[in-house]
């Protein structure tokens, strides 16, 4: 079974600019996860998607946005890039997204964004 | 924040068993151990999870101490490969969509 992927893998932009990464769940999950990595803060989550729904979002500005489509892919969008949003965005998915054992969440490569 | 305690690092020699440990002493009953790691610039990946049994499967074992307060992870015959940030991480059973707190991890360095 093919893990999670995500697209592109690199992606260079310039303040002032939006991005949209994308992210392909494993088949058959339906819960995606977006998640921030940079070197001073870690890893931190960006928000959940269920059902084409958001369920859960963190502490990030309104330019983070993003959606899921009803074969469970998703796609998160940043606007007005500034320079810290250089990180790597992972993103990972779960079966149902209901909690318990099977809920484990598996994470693609990410997308290393470079904001100049 | 995290509810975990890691080492920053830990060194082991190629062939030997590596021992993470993790300190999560507010650990409450319905929480599961998770482990991760992220080898550089990868995405993390899976390893193992437990909520009071010992646990193995084909990477590695968890150990959960009886009170649950504190675990280990142990690569039986660790790897250069092996080389990688281990996150521990606690997460309610049944949490739906709690997301994944990671902490800072430990830093495993294997050594030839």
């Known amino acids: 079974k093919a893990g999670v992927t995500q697209t592109p893998r690199y992606l260079i932009k310039t303040r002032g600019q939006q991005v949209t990464l994308s992210c392909s769940p494993i088949?058959?999950?339906?819960?995606v996860s977006w998640y921030q990595q940079t070197p001073g803060q870690g890893l931190q989550f960006l928000f959940e998607y269920f059902s084409e729904t958001q369920r859960n979002k963190g502490n990030f500005p309104g330019r983070f946005s993003g959606r899921q489509f009803s074969n469970s892919r998703s796609e998160m969008n940043v606007s007005t890039l500034e320079l810290g949003d250089s990180a790597l965005y992972l993103c990972?998915?779960?079966?149902?997204?209901?909690?318990?054992?099977?809920?484990?969440?598996?994470f693609g490569p990410g997308t290393r964004l470079l904001v100049l | 924040d995290a509810k975990t305690t890691q080492p920053p690092s830990m060194d082991c020699a190629e062939g030997r068993a590596a021992n993470l440990p993790c300190n999560h002493s507010t650990i409450s009953g319905n929480e599961y151990v998770y482990w991760y790691r992220q080898i550089h610039s990868q995405g993390p990946q899976y390893i193992i999870h437990?909520?009071?049994n010992n646990e193995t499967n084909e990477m590695a074992s968890l150990i959960i101490t009886e009170d649950r307060k504190s675990s280990t992870l142990i690569l039986p015959h660790a790897t250069l490969r092996d080389t990688a940030v281990y996150y521990c991480?606690?997460?309610?059973?049944?949490?739906?969509?709690?997301?994944?707190?990671f902490g800072k991890g430990t830093r495993l360095s294997v050594i030839a």
């Open positions: 088949s058959g999950h339906r819960s």
């Open positions: 437990g909520l009071k």
């Open positions: 990972a998915s779960s079966l149902a997204g209901t909690g318990g054992p099977q809920e484990t969440q598996y």
């Open positions: 991480i606690v997460r309610a059973k049944n949490s739906g969509n709690t997301p994944l707190v």
